[in-house]
């Protein structure tokens, strides 16, 4: 696509429910970024898929929290029983490597806006 | 592991006056440095980055940015900056080949 789509884009839940964020890299981006953003917060790392390799998952909170990617495509973050303090703002991000960490050009999708009640 | 700190969450200047947000960096090995914007109701965007060579970097809109080594900092600078440049500005790191790691952001506040 054009650019990184995430859907959905407003998330409205309660308290224990379980939820699914899904997006879709530009094509082509092999390395696939997810992170957090609370209010009043900066982006805080999540996971970090980049091609076949094992995924960089060293920034999820809790084993609540878990992401798969289908091979370079798709990727979809679970969070199970949600809690309060899970509603922020989920940023996905694509990229290319050899661009993607040496020359940092991130692509951005808008985010997906969790708000657990 | 890496780690930037953003010293200033908020920045308020008046229209045409110079403005410099500071970042400092935390790391053991070489890093690649990196500045994103975002702009209210709009995605994040790579504003300037620093590989290599010249300390001095060069960004959009007129925004520039010195790496200091020595000093672990990553200060961005702009000389007079204008309304439209109200905003969220975030720093990051970066350890090949790992991920990103950003600041938590400073807000510029930018008022006639």
């Known amino acids: 696509g054009a650019g990184v789509s995430q859907s959905p884009s407003n998330k409205v839940t309660e308290k224990g429910k379980d939820v699914e964020l899904r997006c879709d890299p530009i094509?082509?981006?092999?390395?696939l970024y997810w992170y957090r953003q609370r209010l009043g917060q900066g982006l805080e790392f999540l996971i970090y898929?980049?091609?076949?390799?094992?995924?960089?998952k060293s920034g999820l909170p809790s084993d609540r929290f878990s992401a798969e990617r289908t091979g370079e495509s798709v990727s979809t973050l679970t969070i199970q029983r949600t809690q309060q303090e899970d509603s922020a703002v989920y940023l996905c991000?694509?990229?290319?490597?050899?661009?993607?960490?040496?020359?940092?050009?991130?692509?951005f999708g808008e985010g997906s806006r969790l708000t657990v009640l | 592991a890496q780690s930037v700190t953003q010293l200033d969450s908020q920045v308020p200047v008046f229209e045409e006056a110079p403005v410099e947000l500071r970042c400092n960096y935390s790391?053991?090995?070489?890093?690649?440095l990196f500045w994103y914007v975002q702009y209210p109701n709009q995605g994040l965007q790579l504003l300037l980055k620093?590989?290599?060579?010249?300390?001095l970097v060069k960004g959009i809109n007129g925004f520039e940015a010195e790496f200091n080594k020595s000093q672990t900092s990553f200060h961005l600078r702009k000389p007079s900056v204008h309304i439209s440049d109200t905003a969220e500005y975030f720093c990051?790191?970066?350890?090949?080949?790992?991920?990103?790691?950003f600041g938590k952001g400073t807000t510029l506040s930018v008022s006639s």
């Open positions: 991000a694509s990229s290319i490597p050899g661009l993607a960490v040496s020359a940092g050009e991130l692509f």
């Open positions: 094509s082509g981006h092999t390395a």
């Open positions: 990051a790191v970066s350890e090949y080949p790992t991920a990103l790691i």
């Open positions: 620093y590989l290599s060579g010249s300390t």
């Open positions: 790391s053991s090995v070489s890093v690649y």
């Open positions: 898929f980049q091609g076949n390799s094992a995924p960089d």
